[in-house]
């Protein structure tokens, strides 16, 4: 607002005693101080309100209208209740600095000022975001150039005053502001232990039909969280079963309550989330290259195609999710399914959103991490096809690839709270395999293991591959190629080793096992030295990651050796 508009108020009780010619400067904000030196409050651009309690004598008002002036504020008013008349002194350095300078009447508040000039201010800055956003909205609906989220959380912060954040539906960082990349005015950036917290009261809203805008108080601080809904869905509107899209959807955090805003800010804030929406609607069309990859690969895996026709695809694939590769990377299979109380799954679709956002690194921001995740779906199931640039061994695969046990470490307590008392979300995690040979067997291993997952308690259970190396697993029901996996996994490090050594570790754990773990039995039926016997049952150990020390390890070599 213009300095004029103040005088053509008459409510506001101003006069002006100089400064006519500066009336057109721009008004950006109200102060009111009795402070000798109030620059460390101001920024520029401000009405400075004024009791005068400042001023002892006339050699007072020079210096404090020079601090006014090299602060840059726009006006100063002074009121006439302490003193009467604004003195002499004060209008002399006021028209020397060509600072303009009001009288205000006794009989008006300080507080009616300001809440006018805040008002008016507020509204502008309003208008001239909305318009930025409206034009924003153009851009990025008819062409990539934009800038994304992070761009419109700027204008956020700099034209309202507003710290606003973009977070996945696991609580994840999307996007944020610049500025919080360190710390504004004290104040620390959203912390990963906030995003999870501030995703688990969104989803847990959600859940239940509340419509947002959702407050949520987080160690004393404020924030409203808003829907930000993919096509489809309206600003406002909200789908017939919020089941459908919660665990998809992103959300905008911003730090204030808006519950006090008036109808016209809140329609810009759901401005804001339709234009966000438009980046994630933009950014899944791109990953549809990788998921039609996927859902090949996997057609052709389930359908029994000819292991050189999969190959054939992988290789396709390969450079696509992991660029400047060299070499056919190894694979694991990732298989997710939501279910509801009602005894659904959601489709596939969203599972398979979900999916992808969890197998991203949680400690990463951006979209960008996911752009190298494959993901399929069929029937309620989403399956990932998950590229592994390197196995430093390819018999070590415990320290490679994608952990069950960590998977869903940093997401449970988001999607726990979007499931609670409704609905399961239950993964299955194969080992890595280095051809496509292995990737029907791995298919079904990540599906058995997704099966023992749903028979664990718990809203967000993973099983992984190691798990499925257990005697108690491998009933009759268990299909061929698990059987194949389970002794794939136990045998063919010895057989490989004793391939490249002649070290004959399949003949000694077959004897060492019918001698009932004997160590002397065991070496004088192989005609032995104990300490021979000794070094190669190390080796055996060392190879398969078991102990043959124990009960259930031995188990499992024996029904190994007798499947193989």
């Known amino acids: 607002m213009r300095l004029r508009a103040l005088l053509d108020t008459d409510a506001l009780g101003l006069k002006l005693l100089g400064g006519e010619d500066e009336l057109d400067r721009g008004v950006r904000g109200v102060m009111t101080t009795d402070l000798r030196d109030p620059s460390r409050y101001l920024s520029g651009g401000e009405l400075v309100l004024t009791g005068l309690a400042w001023r002892r004598d006339a050699a007072d008002s020079e210096p404090f209208v020079r601090i006014l002036v090299q602060a840059g504020v726009a006006a100063l008013a002074a009121g006439e209740a302490e003193l009467g008349d604004v003195p002499d002194d ?38 001239d975001l909305a318009a930025v956003v409206d ?33 996945s539906p696991t609580g ?8 919080t ?60 079963d919020p089941r459908e899209t919660m665990l998809a959807d992103w959300l905008l955090a911003v730090e204030a309550d808006a519950g006090d805003w008036a109808e016209e800010r809140l329609d810009l804030l759901q401005g804001v989330t339709q234009l966000i929406a438009v980046e994630r609607d933009r950014r899944d069309a791109a990953r549809t290259v990788r998921r ?23 290789r396709v694939a390969a450079p696509v999710l992991l660029p400047g590769l060299g070499t056919a990377p190894h694979w694991q299979v990732v298989v997710a399914r ?40 069929t029937g309620d199931e989403a399956i990932a096809l998950v590229p592994l640039p390197s196995v430093a061994d390819e018999h070590d695969e415990a320290g490679a690839g994608v952990l069950a046990d960590a998977l869903l ?37 990540a599906r058995h293991a997704r099966r023992v997952a749903a028979a664990r308690p718990g809203r967000v259970c993973a099983a992984g591959h190691q798990e499925l190396a257990s005697h108690v697993l491998l009933l009759p029901f268990v299909p061929d190629d698990v059987r194949r996996a389970f002794t794939a996994r136990l045998l063919d490090p010895l057989r490989e080793y004793d391939r490249r050594h002649r070290a004959e570790l399949i003949p000694t754990l077959e004897a060492f096992l019918d001698s009932d773990g004997s160590w002397t039995r065991c070496a004088t039926r192989l005609h032995l030295h104990v ?34």
């Open 181 to 240: 990349s360190g710390a504004r005015g004290g104040v620390p950036a959203l912390d990963t232990e906030a995003c999870a917290r501030l995703a688990a009261e969104h989803l847990a809203a959600v859940r239940t039909g509340r419509r947002g805008p959702h407050r949520v108080v987080l160690d004393r601080t404020t924030y409203s969280l808003f829907p930000v809904r993919g096509s489809g869905h309206g600003p406002s509107s909200e789908p017939a």
């Open 409 to 445: 470490e940093s997401v449970r307590g988001p999607l726990t709270a979007g499931l609670d008392g409704d609905g399961r979300l239950t993964v299955g995690v194969s080992a890595a395999v280095h051809s496509a040979e292995g990737l029907r067997g791995a298919l079904e291993e």
């Open 292 to 314: 039609r990859l996927a859902q090949e690969v996997l057609e052709l895996v389930q359908t029994g195609a000819a292991p050189g026709e999969i190959a054939a695809r992988l």
């Open 135 to 167: 034009r924003h909205r153009r851009m990025m609906t008819s062409g990539p150039a934009g800038g994304g989220p992070d761009v419109v959380l700027d204008l956020l912060g700099s034209d309202l005053d507003l710290r606003a954040w973009v977070l």
């Open 338 to 377: 939501v279910e509801w109380g009602d005894g659904r799954g959601d489709g596939g679709p969203v599972t398979q959103a979900l999916l992808e956002e969890i197998l991203v690194d949680p400690a990463s921001t951006g979209p960008e991490p996911s752009d190298r995740i494959a993901v399929a779906h």
């Open 531 to 564: 300490n021979t016997l000794r070094y190669r049952v190390g080796r055996i150990e060392q190879l398969t990651g078991r102990d043959l020390s124990r009960l259930e390890d031995k188990l499992d070599f024996f029904l190994a050796l007798r499947m193989s």
């Open 90 to 127: 004060l209008v002399e350095a006021c028209a020397r600095h060509r600072l303009p300078l009001f009288a205000v009447h006794e009989s008006v508040a300080f507080a009616t000022i300001t809440e006018h000039v805040v008002r008016q201010v507020s509204g502008e800055r309003a208008g």
């Open 172 to 179: 994840r960082l999307i996007a944020a502001p610049k500025e």
